[in-house]
């Protein structure tokens, strides 16, 4: 974006600054006002309050309303329990944070205590509040630092941390604030919606987010997008015993010559049959005998292995369907699609639901065993989940136009408690590396040895190294600091400010942790912080200037940088150099002309917004995902919540019915229709007994949606009669079981079918394309697809499963409390997960073969013959009445 126009939008995003920094102090001021009424509650009575708030907002007052009070509360609680009295200024902040925006406080103002305040404030609506920290070290520091107060008003406060037990994590949500990192909550709330019941939960929502450090929370680290991955479920080995399996039975090409209703696979023999033009298989009961004996399973339809019957699937489709260099080619090893309406190679392209793997199995060549992907989501869009969202930082303005565009958050600059007393020096720039280098070991040890401890910033750990090893030559004690040990390194920071300290820390080492100045520090200058070399973001550099000069200390801070360091060499290393070059001078001798200062600062700006332009593309395709992510997670809960998913069920099967019809009948003339393959078909996916015969004679054929009336009547007469024999309670926990297993195996597909279309579009560039707008109507289609996909194979699982009655009506008794699934998710098993977490009748599932038929009801004896034409037929042949002597 070019600086001009970059600058027009900062002066958009200042108007009105000046009128809400003058309305949030007189909101501090009448907040001030109410100390000494609180000054004069007893302890109780300040702990009375907190109900008192509570019941307020019960009765219809707003947060906004009861602010002033809360405030004061927080002010006196902490006063009352450390002395400490929060600053107007600091006042201000937390007013910034609860109306959902950032406060750009400096360095040493206490933004730790200023986050207690609306964080009180906003967890008295009974809503769990998070505050987001940089680390596990500074969650569970600010935690403890802030329980005191919280727990003298009767809020509750946890934190949680990484590898942290499930039933403490639960608890931790549990409270009414809970502290924790970035990566936990983000992760948390991937976990939560791949849990297989509500118990497995952790998080009570998204409504109040003060994320600390929010610009190296939100921009630094949102590049990367958090992603749960785990072991494929299915091992090669599983792939190769099927493909082996399959290669002794025998199949038979669907004819389509059976009238009756009986089962062509039974009459002719084959273990399968195979339909080429719908590319569809179906096993006969022969078959899933010697698959079981060849594997050494007891059931193939044993809910530990439900799995296993789309393998068997899959693996039939390689052996009949799909042929070596006509459907695709070996090549490299690897087998690769062919486009059936160009003959072109698909490179990138991969079957989904297992069939590529069986085909590789099929031909022997190496199975992808790649981690898969279970659960995604990016910084950002974790984030704008939050109903409202507020951060708090030393350096935010630089990144204003990111924060206001991405998170529409804008930034307040809050006024420092003391006016600032740190002197911020020229840059100095040297020729050569090596001359730098000189300079800045002779600047700490002359600083060293006057007792002005020095801190030295480095943007890279090599750096540090290569500084610790010239100081240890030299004789100097000093301290390095690397983001690893975050308690060892927020005591080694403390330290700093002690006479004559020499600290070496990376960008990244400690924050959240102020330099307090040691005895006698004042008057040798305060603490003086050396840079060695810019960073490629002003706000860094800033952000290590920042720890100098808290509270109205003195301090001094300067950079020291070569023509020949990487932004600088980049940028304007050769107009540099040339000007020394030009005026001869000599490598030891620094510049200091702030027009090169200015020449710097304007490569930072340009480098700051190529990282804004790959950030916020990242962003841009993580969008595509997240509208499908929020569909596949809404219906998720509400499988979860118990919801009664009944009448959506009942539409899915008329639309699997009528896309069925809509296969077999897509010709233009109806004496061409395949009213055979549509009776097979639809035998195999809910067992329906009309036959050809009885269509003919009472359906007008020639019509499609008498078909689908037909077909649907009968299917979901068939459904009704299933859920009268299972009961309503049963069925509706089978059809959560199953809905919630099909979901998240074929999410689990998709999102891997996603990153294969998002690792090639973006080289459809080369033919003009734009790429972002490929991978929308792709990933468009995409979704589509694994909707029906999802539908199909819902409907078929319920008309075909199995109970277990006695088992079934055990499981549903009441239980105790139910254990929690395992919070590793990325190994979740069906059953087993569900059995875990109390989800009812899960081991009570078994699914049919598609191919055979429901069981055969007990007869109905009717004397009167007085009976529907859907009910059972009296002479018990296990026909409806209308499809047996009703006909």
């Given at each position: 974006?070019?600086?001009?126009?970059?600058?027009?939008?900062?002066?958009?995003?200042?108007?009105?600054?000046?009128?809400?920094?003058?309305?949030?102090?007189e909101?501090?001021?009448?907040?001030?006002?109410?100390?000494?009424?609180?000054?004069?509650?007893?302890?109780?009575?300040?702990?009375?309050?907190?109900?008192?708030?509570?019941?307020?907002?019960?009765?219809?007052?707003?947060?906004?309303?009861?602010?002033?009070?809360?405030?004061?509360?927080?002010?006196?609680?902490?006063?009352?329990?450390?002395?400490?009295?929060?600053?107007?200024?600091?006042?201000?902040?937390?007013?910034?944070?609860?109306?959902?925006?950032?406060?750009?406080?400096?360095?040493?103002?206490?933004?730790?205590?200023?986050?207690?305040?609306?964080?009180?404030?906003?967890?008295?609506?009974?809503?769990?509040?998070?505050?987001?920290?940089?680390?596990?070290?500074?969650?569970?520091?600010?935690?403890?630092?802030n329980?005191?107060?919280?727990?003298?008003?009767?809020?509750?406060?946890?934190w949680?941390?990484?590898?942290?037990?499930?039933?403490?994590?639960?608890?931790?949500?549990?409270?009414?604030?809970?502290?924790?990192?970035?990566?936990?909550?983000?992760?948390?709330?991937l976990?939560?919606?791949?849990?297989?019941?509500?118990?497995?939960?952790?998080?009570?929502?998204?409504?109040?987010?003060?994320?600390?450090?929010?610009?190296?929370?939100?921009?630094?680290?949102?590049r990367?997008?958090l992603?749960?991955?785990?072991?494929?479920?299915?091992?090669?080995?599983?792939?190769?015993?099927?493909?082996?399996?399959?290669?002794?039975?025998?199949?038979a090409?669907?004819?389509?010559?059976?009238?009756?209703?009986?089962?062509?696979?039974?009459?002719?023999g084959?273990?399968?049959?195979?339909?080429?033009?719908?590319?569809?298989?179906?096993?006969?009961?022969?078959?899933?005998?010697?698959?079981?004996?060849?594997?050494?399973?007891?059931?193939?339809?044993?809910?530990?292995?439900?799995?296993?019957?789309?393998?068997?699937t899959q693996?039939?489709?390689?052996?009949?369907?799909?042929?070596?260099?006509?459907?695709?080619?070996?090549?490299?090893?690897?087998?690769?699609?062919?486009?059936?309406?160009?003959?072109?190679?698909?490179?990138?392209?991969?079957?989904?639901?297992?069939?590529?793997?069986?085909?590789?199995?099929?031909?022997?060549?190496?199975?992808?065993?790649?981690?898969?992907?279970?659960?995604?989501?990016?910084?950002?869009?974790?984030?704008?989940?939050?109903?409202?969202?507020?951060?708090?930082?030393?350096?935010?303005?630089?990144?204003?136009?990111?924060?206001?565009?991405?998170?529409?958050?804008?930034?307040?600059?809050i006024?420092?408690?003391?006016?600032?007393?740190?002197?911020?020096?020229?840059?100095?720039?040297?020729?050569?590396?090596?001359?730098?280098?000189?300079?800045?070991?002779?600047?700490?040890?002359?600083?060293?040895?006057?007792?002005?401890?020095v801190?030295?910033?480095?943007?890279?750990?090599?750096?540090?190294?290569?500084?610790?090893?010239?100081?240890?030559?030299?004789?100097?004690?000093?301290?390095v600091?690397?983001?690893?040990?975050?308690?060892?390194?927020?005591?080694?920071?403390?330290?700093?400010?002690?006479?004559?300290?020499?600290?070496?820390?990376?960008?990244?080492?400690?924050?959240?942790?102020?330099?307090?100045?040691?005895?006698?520090?004042?008057?040798?200058?305060?603490?003086?912080?050396?840079?060695?070399?810019?960073?490629e973001?002003?706000?860094?550099?800033?952000?290590?200037?920042?720890?100098?000069?808290?509270?109205?200390?003195?301090?001094?801070?300067?950079?020291?940088?070569?023509?020949?360091?990487?932004?600088?060499?980049?940028?304007?290393?050769?107009?540099?150099?040339?000007?020394?070059?030009?005026?001869?001078?000599?490598?030891?001798?620094?510049?200091?002309?702030?027009?090169?200062?200015?020449?710097?600062?304007?490569?930072?700006?340009?480098?700051?917004?190529?990282?804004?332009?790959?950030r916020?593309?990242?962003?841009?395709?993580?969008?595509?995902?997240?509208?499908?992510?929020?569909?596949i997670?809404?219906?998720?809960?509400?499988?979860?919540?118990?919801?009664?998913?009944s009448?959506?069920?009942?539409?899915?099967?008329?639309?699997?019915?009528?896309?069925?019809v809509?296969?077999?009948?897509?010709?233009?003339?109806?004496?061409?229709?395949?009213?055979?393959?549509?009776?097979a078909?639809?035998?195999?996916?809910?067992?329906?007994?009309?036959?050809?015969?009885?269509?003919?004679?009472?359906?007008?054929?020639?019509?499609?949606?008498?078909?689908?009336?037909?077909?649907?009547e009968?299917?979901?007469?068939?459904?009704?009669?299933?859920?009268?024999?299972?009961?309503?309670?049963?069925?509706?926990?089978?059809?959560?079981?199953?809905?919630?297993?099909?979901?998240?195996?074929?999410?689990?597909?998709?999102?891997?079918?996603?990153?294969?279309?998002?690792?090639?579009?973006?080289?459809?560039?080369?033919?003009?394309?734009?790429?972002?707008?490929?991978?929308?109507?792709?990933?468009h289609v995409?979704f589509?697809?694994?909707?029906?996909v999802?539908?199909?194979e819902?409907?078929?699982?319920?008309?075909?499963?199995?109970?277990?009655?006695?088992?079934?009506?055990?499981?549903?008794?009441?239980?105790?409390?139910?254990?929690p699934?395992?919070?590793?998710?990325?190994?979740?098993?069906?059953a087993?997960?569900?059995?875990?977490?109390?989800?009812?009748?899960?081991?009570?599932?078994?699914?049919?073969?598609?191919?055979?038929?429901?069981?055969?009801?007990?007869?109905?004896?009717?004397?009167?013959?007085?009976?529907?034409?859907?009910?059972?037929?009296?002479?018990?042949?296990?026909?409806?009445?209308?499809?047996c002597?009703?006909?």
């Amino acid at each position: 974006m070019p600086t001009t126009s970059f600058g027009r939008f900062e002066k958009v995003l200042r108007i009105g600054e000046g009128r809400r920094l003058k309305r949030l102090g007189e909101q501090a001021a009448y907040i001030t006002s109410l100390e000494p009424d609180f000054e004069g509650l007893s302890d109780a009575e300040l702990l009375a309050k907190t109900a008192e708030f509570k019941q307020r907002i019960e009765n219809g007052e707003s947060l906004d309303e009861i602010l002033y009070e809360a405030f004061a509360a927080v002010r006196e609680a902490r006063k009352r329990e450390s002395g400490q009295r929060l600053f107007d200024v600091q006042l201000m902040g937390g007013i910034v944070l609860h109306e959902g925006d950032i406060a750009e406080m400096k360095t040493g103002e206490g933004k730790t205590f200023v986050a207690s305040a609306p964080l009180y404030l906003n967890a008295l609506a009974g809503d769990n509040v998070h505050l987001v920290t940089v680390n596990d070290y500074l969650a569970k520091r600010d935690a403890e630092w802030n329980r005191p107060v919280y727990d003298r008003l009767g809020v509750t406060v946890a934190w949680i941390e990484n590898m942290m037990p499930f039933a403490r994590r639960r608890e931790a949500y549990a409270a009414d604030i809970t502290y924790g990192t970035n990566s936990e909550f983000g992760f948390d709330y991937l976990r939560d919606n791949m849990a297989v019941a509500l118990e497995g939960t952790v998080q009570r929502g998204h409504v109040f987010a003060i994320v600390d450090e929010v610009d190296s929370i939100l921009i630094d680290e949102a590049r990367t997008p958090l992603i749960i991955s785990g072991e494929p479920e299915t091992a090669a080995k599983t792939y190769y015993d099927f493909a082996r399996v399959v290669k002794e039975l025998e199949g038979a090409p669907l004819t389509r010559k059976v009238m009756k209703g009986e089962d062509e696979t039974e009459l002719s023999g084959a273990d399968f049959l195979y339909d080429e033009k719908f590319k569809t298989v179906s096993p006969a009961q022969s078959s899933l005998d010697k698959v079981e004996r060849a594997l050494g399973i007891d059931n193939l339809y044993d809910p530990r292995n439900v799995q296993l019957v789309n393998h068997l699937t899959q693996a039939l489709k390689a052996q009949s369907l799909y042929k070596r260099d006509v459907d695709y080619v070996v090549q490299d090893g690897e087998v690769k699609i062919v486009d059936e309406y160009t003959g072109r190679i698909m490179e990138g392209r991969r079957w989904s639901e297992g069939l590529h793997q069986a085909i590789e199995a099929k031909e022997g060549v190496a199975i992808r065993e790649e981690n898969v992907t279970l659960a995604t989501i990016t910084l950002q869009n974790y984030f704008r989940l939050y109903e409202k969202l507020a951060g708090m930082t030393g350096t935010a303005k630089t990144e204003e136009k990111e924060f206001v565009e991405i998170y529409n958050l804008h930034v307040v600059e809050i006024p420092t408690n003391v006016a600032v007393a740190r002197a911020d020096e020229n840059d100095y720039i040297f020729k050569t590396k090596d001359a730098k280098w000189n300079a800045v070991l002779e600047d700490i040890v002359e600083r060293h040895e006057a007792g002005q401890p020095v801190l030295v910033g480095t943007i890279a750990v090599e750096t540090s190294e290569y500084l610790s090893e010239l100081l240890t030559r030299r004789g100097i004690p000093h301290n390095v600091l690397n983001a690893k040990e975050h308690e060892r390194e927020g005591q080694i920071i403390m330290d700093a400010g002690q006479p004559g300290a020499v600290t070496i820390a990376t960008n990244m080492a400690g924050r959240g942790v102020d330099i307090k100045l040691g005895e006698g520090v004042v008057e040798a200058g305060g603490l003086y912080v050396l840079g060695t070399e810019r960073h490629e973001s002003r706000r860094i550099d800033n952000q290590l200037r920042g720890r100098s000069g808290r509270q109205g200390d003195p301090g001094e801070t300067r950079f020291y940088l070569s023509a020949q360091d990487d932004l600088v060499r980049l940028f304007a290393g050769d107009r540099i150099h040339g000007i020394m070059e030009r005026f001869k001078i000599p490598d030891d001798q620094p510049m200091e002309a702030s027009i090169l200062s200015r020449q710097i600062e304007n490569a930072q700006k340009k480098v700051e917004e190529q990282n804004f332009v790959s950030r916020k593309n990242v962003l841009k395709y993580d969008d595509v995902m997240n509208t499908q992510r929020v569909v596949i997670y809404e219906q998720r809960r509400r499988v979860l919540e118990g919801d009664d998913l009944s009448d959506e069920i009942r539409t899915w099967i008329e639309e699997v019915i009528a896309a069925n019809v809509a296969q077999f009948t897509d010709a233009e003339a109806a004496e061409e229709w395949d009213l055979t393959g549509l009776v097979a078909q639809m035998r195999s996916l809910y067992g329906t007994d009309i036959t050809v015969e009885e269509l003919r004679e009472e359906v007008a054929v020639d019509s499609r949606d008498a078909l689908v009336d037909e077909f649907v009547e009968d299917a979901l007469d068939t459904y009704a009669e299933r859920e009268e024999s299972f009961g309503s309670d049963l069925m509706r926990e089978i059809e959560r079981y199953v809905i919630l297993q099909i979901v998240d195996t074929r999410w689990r597909e998709h999102l891997e079918s996603m990153d294969y279309l998002r690792e090639g579009v973006h080289l459809r560039a080369m033919a003009q394309k734009d790429p972002l707008v490929e991978y929308r109507g792709e990933g468009h289609v995409m979704f589509e697809e694994l909707g029906r996909v999802i539908r199909e194979e819902v409907v078929l699982t319920l008309f075909h499963v199995e109970v277990q009655r006695e088992e079934a009506e055990r499981q549903l008794q009441p239980v105790a409390a139910p254990q929690p699934t395992a919070y590793e998710h990325e190994s979740v098993h069906g059953a087993d997960a569900i059995a875990a977490a109390g989800g009812g009748a899960a081991t009570a599932l078994a699914p049919a073969p598609a191919t055979t038929a429901t069981g055969a009801p007990k007869p109905v004896v009717n004397e009167h013959r007085d009976i529907g034409r859907n009910d059972p037929c009296w002479c018990g042949s296990g026909k409806k009445f209308k499809r047996c002597h009703g006909a």
